[in-house]
């Protein structure tokens, strides 16, 4: 069974232009989730999406930010202008059904560097 | 003051020794799950738990709901145990992150 796949690993740009992360959750998993991670905060929970439909955004954290599930296999988060601040490992995770009580299975991150 | 507190935050032991990583936390949750984070950065589910403790091979979890309170132990440590453990706590729909315990084993 293969597990969440993002792409790509690891991602180097210059400050402004778009960046598009593209996540590929678990087979039969109904919940998908895209997260944060920086030295200085740790794990964040950006956006979360239950059966394709956006639940929960308010981790994103401006309008530069966004998020699309067009279908139960593919999502993606985009950043359009990227700033250096935005510089982290950026993760998925799926889970099955709504995400209380269920282990959430998570991608091998994309590493993002803003110049 | 954090909602979920991990403790301590790094953590350094010899080989064979037998470690534990406390973790608090202050809000309502449906369970708690315990994360292993390892150099390369990928991030797996351990344990996830509501009640008692868990077992898995020399990785035990235990949680006090009443004291708000789970335990990770870590019997007979080896080096390749050494990564950064993540207590969460699942509120609402939400899973909320402490920052983490940075443990070192060596030979």
């Known amino acids: 069974d293969a597990g969440v796949i993002q792409s790509p690993r690891h991602e180097v740009t210059e400050m402004g232009q778009e960046v598009t992360l593209r996540c590929k959750p678990i087979?039969?998993?109904?919940?998908l989730f895209w997260y944060r991670q920086t030295m200085m905060r740790g794990l964040e929970l950006l956006i979360y999406?239950?059966?394709?439909?956006?639940?929960?955004d308010s981790g994103m954290p401006e309008d530069r930010f966004s998020a699309k599930m067009p279908n139960a296999s593919f999502s993606t988060l985009k950043i359009q202008p990227s700033e250096p601040r935005d510089s982290a490992v950026y993760f998925c995770?799926?889970?099955?059904?709504?995400?209380?009580?269920?282990?959430?299975?998570f991608g091998d991150g994309t590493r993002l560097s803003i110049l | 003051k954090n909602e979920v507190e991990q403790s301590p935050q790094n953590l350094t032991a010899q080989e064979g020794e037998f470690i534990t990583i406390n973790c608090s936390y202050s809000?309502?949750?449906?369970?708690l799950h315990w994360l292993q984070q390892h150099p390369g950065g990928g991030i797996v589910s351990l344990f996830m738990?509501?009640?008692g403790k868990k077992k898995h091979g020399r990785l035990i979890a235990t949680i006090n709901i009443q004291e708000k309170h789970s335990s990770l132990h870590i019997t007979a440590s080896h080096p390749r145990d050494s990564a950064v453990y993540i207590c969460?706590?699942?509120?609402?729909?939400?899973?909320?992150f402490g920052t983490g315990t940075r443990l070192q084993v060596f030979p």
């Open positions: 969460a706590v699942s509120n609402t729909d939400k899973l909320i």
């Open positions: 809000v309502g949750i449906s369970a």
């Open positions: 999406f239950n059966n394709n439909v956006p639940i929960d």
């Open positions: 738990l509501s009640s």
């Open positions: 995770a799926s889970s099955r059904e709504r995400p209380t009580n269920q282990p959430q299975h």
């Open positions: 087979s039969g998993h109904n919940s």
